[in-house]
Structure formats: C-alpha cells, structure tokens
C-alpha cells in the first residue's frame, strides 16, 4: 500500500464524514440563529429555549436524512472493502 493510497482513503472518508454531518449541523446552526434572534429581541435568555428546539430539529432531521445517510456509509464501506485485494497486492 502506497502512501498516495493511504492519502486517497483518507481524503474519501474525510469527505463521507463532511457529507453525513452537514444535514444536522446546518440545521442546529439555522435554528439556532433563529432562537438567538428571537431571544434577542425578546431579552429572553433561558437555556432551555434554545436547547429543545435544536434537539427537536436534529431528530427530525435524522429520520428524513437517516436512510440516504446509511446508504452513503454502506456504500463508501462496501467500495472499502471490495478494494481490500488492490491494497494489498
């Protein structure tokens, strides 16, 4: 296994895992930025205000993006695992 193979793996699994977090993080990141505006005008600073709503969101967002994203993991795993014989020799 070259170094240049290794680097290859990496920068796919890197791109997986950029891939499978977006969804989620993006959406803690809107909703958040939409209680923080609220609790800005508001003067509201409660924890829990902004805590339950991204909580909520990333569920819901997990059971719409759930089965792409165990596709998109099973196929970079299958793709690994079939490469298993060029590895290693």
């Not at 791109?15 to 989620?24: F, K």
């Not at 939409?34 to 990333?58: G, R």
Request: charged content about 10%.
């Amino acid at each position: 296994m070259t170094p240049d193979t290794v680097i290859n793996i990496g920068q796919q699994a890197l791109e997986v895992t950029t891939l499978l977090a977006a969804p989620i993080l993006l959406s803690a990141l809107a909703i958040g930025l939409l209680i923080a505006m609220f609790q800005a005008a508001t003067q509201i600073n409660e924890m829990t205000l902004s805590f339950v709503p991204k909580l909520m969101i990333v569920v819901v967002v997990l059971m719409m993006t759930g089965p792409w994203m165990l596709r998109v993991i099973t196929g970079f795993t299958e793709r690994l695992v079939e490469s298993i014989p060029t590895l290693i020799g």
